[in-house]
């Protein structure tokens, strides 16, 4: 059979490669992949913005299911339309990435329907939002209300700093802000596949977004993962499907939009290991993708064929017993100008205890080159967080690009966690 998938990044890559392991596939296409993607698969270059033309590639080439990596073609109603042409595909409907697409309707969401998450208000005009943080003080939180790629959300420590995410956000953000209670406490990663009504769990993992050690720095869109995370206890696990998960795929119901797709839960667990919800994903997250591809043992096709037919409820993953740890390594100039065009060299050969996998990369001339923000995922396996963690490393140091940036602290949170 043959498989597409959509996307460029690193979690495209990682889920094209553990597709392309089943033995039942003919071919895995990737669109429009990247310069790391091409020795697994096949790059097809269509972009992500047209689900009509992905559309007709897949009739044309008797594509038998699809699967989305990131949110823009979510959000611009892929799914939808490749139902409408009788074609299987795993993700939401357009409107049920919503919870998503649009902060304030995940917020008003969840308040409805009781899913803990911190106290909030929406915004339209600067003079009522200035007041409302004026009133509250800070730390508080600002977020843009639609897509922004894992960056439309700003920490401010101090109200001046509010004031300024307000003005520049409102600017961009379709007119329309959320501002948020700032939750302390450990931020972990809960992701779950679901078919419309089964809700299938994946390994927990957990992401360091700060661009710098000891998370310092901007905000980016990840520059690491590992997976198992410690914190998500077995106790955790099961509130956090009992009270976030299982109301959010029936909330969804009650209100007319049933849900398929991967489903994010973006968790803040506070000292007295209480979960809150910081934010929902439609899609797997991106760099937590990589390390929990690496551990996952079960056939993924087939995993796949059951959640378009509804089965979620008959599988049973099989899980590495090993920590995946990914060190992500970004372009000089990240997150704010990444420079393309540095030549990459070291990666070397893929083993059983380590894998790279390419986002931000082309081939160019025979040469491959930096083509974005994020450039390389860098997965490490061991026994433990510590193990795992030197795999990665050694691989780390003997990769070169010119102004390559990466932390050299990822798993740091689980290290100090027993277990």
């Given at each position: 059979m043959k498989i597409l998938?959509?996307?460029?990044?690193?979690r495209e890559h990682a889920l094209a490669w553990k597709l392309a392991q089943s033995e039942r596939i003919q071919l895995v296409y990737v669109a429009p992949g990247n310069g790391g993607?091409?020795?697994?698969?096949r790059l097809v270059n269509l972009p992500l913005t047209d689900p009509r033309l992905l559309a007709e590639f897949a009739l044309r080439e008797h594509v038998a299911l699809t699967v989305v990596g990131p949110e823009v073609p979510l959000a611009a109603g892929i799914v939808d339309l490749f139902r409408s042409r009788g074609l299987k595909i795993f993700g939401p409907t357009q409107a049920a990435a919503q919870l998503e697409s649009s902060k304030d309707f995940a917020k008003s969401f969840m308040q409805r329907h009781h899913i803990p998450t911190a106290r909030y208000q929406t915004f339209t005009e600067a003079a009522a939002a200035h007041a409302y943080i004026d009133a509250e003080g800070a730390p508080i939180v600002v977020k843009a209300d639609g897509l922004a790629a894992g960056k439309g959300v700003v920490v401010a420590t101090s109200v001046a700093e509010a004031h300024e995410a307000v003005d520049s956000m409102l600017s961009i953000a379709g007119g329309r802000i959320v501002?948020?209670?700032?939750?302390?406490?450990?931020?972990?990663s809960f992701i779950v596949m679901v078919d419309g009504k089964n809700v299938l769990p994946l390994a927990t993992s957990q992401d360091h977004k700060r661009l710098r050690d000891h998370?310092?720095?901007?905000?980016t869109g990840g520059m690491g993962a590992y997976s198992p995370a410690p914190i998500v206890t077995p106790a955790l696990h099961a509130r956090v499907m009992r009270e976030i998960i299982l109301p959010t795929v029936q909330g969804m119901a009650k209100d007319g939009i049933v849900f398929t797709g991967f489903l994010y839960a973006g968790l803040m667990i506070d000292e007295h290991g209480n979960p809150k919800t910081l934010e929902f994903n439609?899609?797997?997250?991106?760099p937590e993708t990589q390390p929990i591809m690496a551990r996952l043992k079960t056939d993924l096709v087939g995993v796949m064929e059951h959640a378009v037919n509804g089965t979620l409820d008959e599988v049973e993953l099989s899980w590495d017993r090993r920590t995946a740890l990914g060190?992500?390594?970004?372009?000089?100039?990240?997150?704010?100008q990444p420079r393309s065009g540095d030549v990459i060299s070291g990666i070397g050969a893929e083993s059983a205890d380590y894998v790279c996998f390419h986002a931000g990369t082309q081939l160019a001339d025979g040469?491959?080159?930096?083509?974005?923000?994020?450039?390389?995922?860098?997965?490490?396996?061991?026994?433990s967080i510590k193990m795992a963690q030197k795999v990665a490393y050694d691989a780390v140091d003997k990769i070169k690009f010119d102004g390559a940036q990466f932390r050299r602290d990822i798993g740091w949170?689980?290290?100090?966690?027993?277990?």
């Open positions: 998938v959509v996307g460029g990044g690193g993607t091409a020795s697994d698969v501002i948020e209670q700032f939750l302390s406490g450990e931020e972990a998370d310092a720095g901007p905000n439609c899609r797997m997250g991106d060190v992500v390594m970004a372009a000089a100039g990240y997150p704010e040469k491959l080159t930096t083509a974005g923000g994020r450039v390389l995922c860098v997965v490490g396996m061991g026994d949170r689980g290290i100090k966690h027993p277990g």
